[in-house]
């Protein structure tokens, strides 16, 4: 049973990528565009992170960072809306276009934080990453790393793939809740995970 959800999950990843790409990249040519006049280039933001078995691979984002006059980073106002709505996350669709990251599945982190793994957290690499997750939608960066990577190895050890189509739906309502509330508030502030230190 195992074997034939995850061939769905693959055939799903595949078809669902290529169809996505047609539709999403106009928008993402546009959201590049406006990331050049606003914030400057580059327009995206690539970060090494580790896969599936913990192989590196190379995230792909759109910018929300630009330099201040004193040399720090802080969100731009286009980044804030980017980051809000996870915006932010759709050029990763070429990751999946390339077998890198799935749809769904754990968050792919630094390679630094492998060794601050316990035995239990190391499962998170049994899996191919993904753009959104069990974790993303029951608190994100509302929640510890601990319970963040607690529904990371729940989501592993109860994976099917009506589960991924459930957080695939999920994922799509709170994009646009997230745009609602972009409209409806002034956003100061976006919560950015701290780093994880094998014991937070």
């Known amino acids: 049973m195992r074997f034939l959800n995850i061939s769905l999950k693959f055939f ?22 406006l990331i050049k006049i606003f914030d400057g280039s580059p327009i995206f933001f690539i970060q090494d992170r580790v896969g599936f078995k913990g192989k590196p691979i190379k995230i792909i984002k759109f910018k929300t960072l630009i330099e201040t006059k004193n040399g720090n980073k802080k969100v731009s106002k286009l980044g804030k809306f980017l980051r ?77 793939f009506l589960l991924d189509l459930k957080i695939i739906f999920l994922t799509i309502i709170f994009f646009f809740k997230g745009i609602m509330f972009y409209k409806k508030n002034k956003v100061s502030k976006i919560i950015i995970d701290k780093e994880f230190n094998g014991k937070n």
């Open 12 to 33: 799903f990843d595949y078809c669902f990528s290529i169809i996505l790409f047609f539709i999403l990249i106009f928008p993402i040519c546009f959201l590049g565009l």
């Open 84 to 160: 809000l709505t996870r915006i932010d996350e759709m050029p990763q669709l070429f990751n999946v276009l390339s077998g890198q990251i799935s749809f769904v599945g754990p968050r792919p982190l630094y390679e630094k934080y492998i060794k601050l793994y316990s035995p239990e957290q190391k499962k998170r690499l049994n899996m191919k990453p993904g753009i959104t997750g069990w974790a993303q939608i029951n608190g994100d960066n509302n929640i510890s790393w601990k319970k963040k990577f607690e529904l990371d190895i729940w989501y592993i050890n109860n994976f099917n």
